[in-house]
């Protein structure tokens, strides 16, 4: 999940309510300063809201609004809702920035390494040739008048790296349409804050189990995000392999890159960027968020049986790290 979180000493109440509408993942919502009537309502609306989101963007709920989509034939234009076209339109910017590193198109390659790896296997080369011709969102269309249309068969998307996000920002929506400006909210590892204050952020040590920590950083209001591959992985022949995918290579990531942070105003750009960079590796990864002063990050990667942390200098005097990780390489760029 990522990310665990603390408020700096503050003097309004806090409530908080966790909930569970998309599988294992916990979806947070925290306020300060409201009062118990006010907060139950709020988090009542908030879960609601997010089930209702669940309902668009879930690839793995057959009725959902992306499945429709998905079932839809190639070559023709399908009438989506605001939400879906939306959140579309915003993953196809980040499929650009990344320079495809982020691809929404990539579910087929999913599904076939979920396949494979319950059969104990790795897909063969003729099975990975045929399903990366179904990958690419350069051939995905969006008509602000007549919706989105597949330009090959067979394609699908997903948005397991970018709804996240998303339903942070709609969560700090949702709460400050109450009046509400202290508080944090988010699902999984996608974190949105506000309240004018530091916020200490606790980062997964992604070598250890959940709940452990890396580092603790002290930030103002803002979104963080984390993707990682320590806690979902396909396992095949005694090898454990990331459940990220790359889009251009088919194969899931081995890079070395074993967690990665983003911080940043955009919760939406925080969660793209973190999957895209995990896709595209350190160098490729250092040299994007050079080029994206609204954001900053923290790199972790594996180097043999070395690690070492690659970090914003925007954060140097914000990090304190834990136990072994203070003997860690750190390189700021």
């Known amino acids: 999940m990522g990310v665990v979180f603390y408020l700096l000493s503050h003097r309004d109440a806090r409530r908080e309510r966790v909930f569970y509408p998309i599988a294992n993942i916990p979806c947070r919502v925290v306020i300060y300063g409201a009062d118990e009537r006010l907060f139950d309502e709020i988090a009542k609306v908030a879960e609601e809201r997010v089930r209702e989101l669940e309902r668009i963007f879930n690839p793995n709920r057959e009725e959902s609004e992306v499945s429709c ?25 980040w499929y650009g920035k990344t320079g495809g590193a982020f691809d929404i198109t990539v579910l087929p390659l999913i599904r076939l390494w979920e396949a494979a790896s319950k059969e104990g296997r790795l897909p063969t ?44 920002d709609e969560l700090g929506r949702l709460i400050e349409g109450y009046g509400v ?49 320590y806690e979902r992985f396909y396992e095949i ?46 160098e490729d990864g250092v040299e994007l968020l050079k080029k994206m002063p609204a954001f900053m990050g923290i790199i972790v990667k594996e180097e043999g049986k070395d690690l070492k942390i690659y970090y914003s200098k925007g954060l140097e005097g914000l990090i304190t790290y834990n136990d072994m990780w203070n003997d860690v390489d750190k390189l700021p760029f």
């Open 69 to 93: 989509l998905n079932r839809g034939h190639s070559g023709e234009w399908h009438t989506v809702g605001r939400e879906l076209q939306g959140l579309t339109s915003k993953a196809l910017e």
């Open 125 to 168: 080369s003729e099975e990975l040739k045929e399903t990366l011709e179904k990958v690419g969102a350069s051939s995905l269309i969006i008509s602000e008048k007549r919706g989105i249309m597949f330009q090959k068969d067979g394609m699908e998307i997903t948005f397991g790296g970018i709804a996240k996000g998303y339903i942070a």
């Open 181 to 229: 400006h202290k508080y944090i909210a988010g699902c999984g590892g996608d974190l949105i804050m506000k309240g004018k204050r530091s916020f200490r952020v606790g980062v997964q040590d992604p070598k250890r189990s959940r709940g452990e920590l890396m580092a603790v950083l002290e930030m103002p209001e803002g979104a963080v995000s984390t993707s990682g591959n």
């Open 237 to 282: 022949g005694g090898k454990r392999y990331s459940h990220i995918i790359d889009p251009k290579s088919g194969m899931p990531v081995e890079n070395g890159i074993i967690s990665v942070t983003i911080l940043g105003k955009d919760p939406i750009g925080a969660d793209a960027l973190a999957t895209g960079i995990t896709v595209l590796g350190v």
